[in-house]
């Protein structure tokens, strides 16, 4: 269990984290390069590259918490615009945000945006070759939840991959990084979004999540197989996989 276990506690939980993205959705990539020095960038790129998008038309993938679709137009790019998939966020300030962007990249006949909650899909079981999650799960009030239906979304053979905030695992890298994030992104908050509190919920909600031998355990408690981790940047982020065999 990951906290916040009664209800009220739970949708506090989700009440506040809505708030947060639907206040920064029109600055959230710009914060994003700002917040993380650009290394989201290639933290993505080591993502796609997992994800491995099939070039053959009818390859389908479903990036949850999508937000305003940096990762989903990422993959339909690495698919030679091949890939279908489907941006599946809670907040509809971020998917506005994304649509618009995809439309403009002209991808938006390769990308369904949709309100919904990672937490209760109400999406066919066995839908998916590819569940990607990016910087999302940590945010979800029910982890275990959310890894469910990633598996009962995902086609038998199907991978799930999620990136996310982990332990920084470098001894001197953590000091640094522990300045970074209880210093540096407030501030860089205040003056970019002038929202000081925001930032420093996000930091929180890092500190909060499972370590990386944590969360892959609760990724092969959901049913999945094969559940291996790779840290990027020392642990600063990582990125889990598990299939559906
Ligand atoms: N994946 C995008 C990226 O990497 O740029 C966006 C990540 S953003 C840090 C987190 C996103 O999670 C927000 O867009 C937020 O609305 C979404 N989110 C939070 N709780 C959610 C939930 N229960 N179900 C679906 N999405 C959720």
Not at 4 to 23: C, L
Not at 31 to 52: E, F, I, P, Q, T
Not at 96 to 120: C, M, P, S, T, Y
Not at 230 to 244: E, Q, Y
Request: hydrophobic share 40%; net charge neutral.
């Amino acid at each position: 269990s990951y906290g916040f276990e009664t209800v009220s506690g739970r949708d506090e939980k989700q009440a506040r984290v809505n708030e947060v993205f639907h206040r920064v959705a029109e600055r959230y990539d710009i914060m994003n390069d700002l917040m993380s020095g650009g290394m989201h960038r290639l933290w993505k790129d080591a993502l796609v590259n997992m994800v491995a998008p099939s070039k053959r038309p009818g390859w389908r993938f479903l990036d949850v918490a999508g937000g305003t679709g940096d990762v989903a137009m990422r993959i339909v790019e690495a698919s030679n615009r091949q890939a279908e998939g489907t941006v599946l966020d809670i907040n509809g300030s971020m998917l506005a945000v994304g649509a618009e962007r995809a439309r403009k990249k002209g991808l938006d006949e390769h990308l369904l945006f949709v309100e919904g909650n990672a937490e209760d899909l109400k999406l066919p079981a066995e839908s998916f070759d590819a569940y990607t999650i990016a910087f999302g799960i940590r945010n979800v009030p029910r982890i275990d939840l959310a890894l469910s239906e990633a598996y009962r979304v995902l086609k038998p053979g199907g991978r799930f991959l999620c990136l996310e905030f982990s332990e920084v695992e470098l001894p001197v890298l953590d000091k640094i990084y522990d300045l970074w994030s209880f210093k540096a992104i407030p501030a860089i908050g205040q003056a970019v979004a002038k929202d000081r509190d925001s930032y420093e919920y996000l930091v929180e909600s890092i500190r909060r999540f499972p370590n990386q031998v944590n969360f892959a355990s609760a990724i092969r408690k959901a049913g999945f197989d094969r559940v291996t981790y790779r840290n990027l940047t020392g642990g600063i982020a990582a990125i889990h996989s598990g299939w559906k065999l």
